[in-house]
């Protein structure tokens, strides 16, 4: 079975500050890694996705992430934090043998200090 | 292309009543997915549609729940005789799979249940 854990259930840096979140997965498969920010009493919105081919992803507002296959790792970067950034941000894994459903981590809490 | 629309944004109903709620998925996209998510946990997978015929459901999903997906479009989650625990933001999302590769899940506003 396929599986997401997110480090730390919150994080918070300062503005201008590297932001860091860490994500692993267990996968007998390839695994197609998703990472996705949810603002608050919305909807999920995608920022980047790993599918195939290159490992270092770039994504919407500045992020990225890089696809390691050796640490099981799809941990999510952006140099440079900015307060429109805070939000709730989930890394899930596709169950792309049973219909493409999401399995997502528990996510983490990003704060911005001004 | 307007994206996905749920309906209602947020629902509040008494322990024992019946729920419904609507989801109108991206027009072409023939995949769509519900999902539940609760207080400070990620979204977990409750049931699939492709086209109209309902293909996955998770063990979450009890007898007291029911989806369905008329003629491939919009689709509906129905909760008969709601207890509290099904409090939570229910999730609709919707994909367009026509390749081995899975597409992006375009996701909804959510509906906010809160059974009172």
Redo the contacts between chains.
Sequence with gaps: AQS?TQLG?HVSVSEGALVLLRCNYSSSVPP?L?W?VQYP??????LL?Y??GATLVKGINGFEAEFKKSETSFHLTKPSAHMSDAAEY?C?V?D?N??????????TELSVKP | DTGVSQDPRHKITKRGQNVTFRCDPISEHNRLYWYRQTLGQGPEFLTYFQNEAQLEKSRLLSDRFSAERPKGSFSTLEIQRTEQGDSAMYLCASSLDDSLLPDTQYFGPGTRLTVL
């Design positions: 997401v259930s197609y998703f996705y009493n919305q909807g999920l919105q995608l996705k599918t195939t989930f899930a596709s792309y049973q219909g493409g459903k999401l399995i997502f981590g528990q996510g």
